[in-house]
């Protein structure tokens, strides 16, 4: 069955946030190493990117790595980043003949010194692309994020107060790490946890979020199209009341 007949062409979100939670819980009950999910975890996501292309959502950020993840055994982490590597490595060609754009969000000073080499030659590589803008937040934390912000803001403040006086949502918006992309209209987290864990806290502000009870390495296309099913009948009111929406639609 086509995927159009289950979701409208008419509101296709045109940037899907996803906080992919569930792996350990997954490996764990099959009786296997942490690890096994995660790399689970990345079929997951190249099935959700290929649908997400197909359907015609622009960007796609996924929550990879916090900064909070650091605190996980060595061992998780060492697998995690070289995982990574592995993920880059297998999928790059691909990616660039379906034109998906990569980028990264977070603080890539902390990555080991592979992992960003890898990252920034994929970057790169894909730079031109514009099919799909696939945004992986790696070392990320959105108070981390914000506070990186509001410091610049602090050091123009010096040089001219006024300015900084006078800004905008917009203009602060320019100062995050997500500046060239529009809010996620929707957020989906899976594995049934119910919280955004520091993650795009400034971004998600209007979003549409999307729980499920799927753990990442179960969730695939026909979940991701149930999210963008659910989105699509919700209306999105941005503080105004039904009425005023239905009459600017009109
Ligand atoms: C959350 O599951 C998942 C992560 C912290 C990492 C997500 C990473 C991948 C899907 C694969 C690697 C990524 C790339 C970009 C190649 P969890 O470990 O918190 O699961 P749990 O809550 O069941 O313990």
């Not at 900064?67 to 590597?85: A, C, H, Q, Y």
């Not at 959105?142 to 905008?168: G, S, Y």
């Amino acid at each position: 069955m086509s995927i159009w007949s289950k979701i409208s062409r008419d509101k296709i979100p045109l940037h899907v946030a996803i906080i992919m939670d569930g792996n350990g819980r997954w490996a764990k009950k099959r009786g296997e190493h942490r690890l096994f999910g995660h790399t689970k975890g990345v079929d997951s996501i190249r099935n959700v990117l290929k649908v997400a292309t197909e359907i015609g959502v622009k960007h796609l950020t996924l929550y990879a790595f916090s900064t909070e993840n650091w605190n996980r055994p060595k061992e998780e982490i060492d697998g995690l980043m070289n995982l990574l590597v592995q993920a880059i490595s297998n999928e790059i060609e691909e990616m660039d003949k379906n034109e998906v754009k990569l980028s990264m969000i977070g603080d890539e000073m902390r990555l080991p010194e592979k992992c960003r080499q890898s990252l920034n030659e994929a970057i790169d590589r894909t730079k031109e692309n514009t099919k799909i803008n696939l945004i992986l937040a790696l070392n990320y934390s959105a108070r981390w994020e914000i506070l990186h912000a509001a410091k610049q803001m602090a050091i123009m403040a010096v040089n001219d107060k006024n300015k900084v006086q006078q800004f905008t949502n917009e203009d602060f918006d320019n100062l995050l790490t997500t500046k060239d992309v529009p809010h996620p209209e929707l957020l989906i987290r899976t594995s049934g946890e119910k919280r955004i864990s520091n993650f795009l806290l400034w971004q998600l502000a209007y979003s549409e979020f999307y729980f499920t009870d799927v753990l990442w390495p179960d969730f695939g296309a026909d979940n991701f199209i149930k999210a963008i099913a659910s989105y699509q009948s919700r209306e999105r009111r941005f503080g105004m009341v039904s009425e005023q929406i239905n009459t600017t639609n009109e």
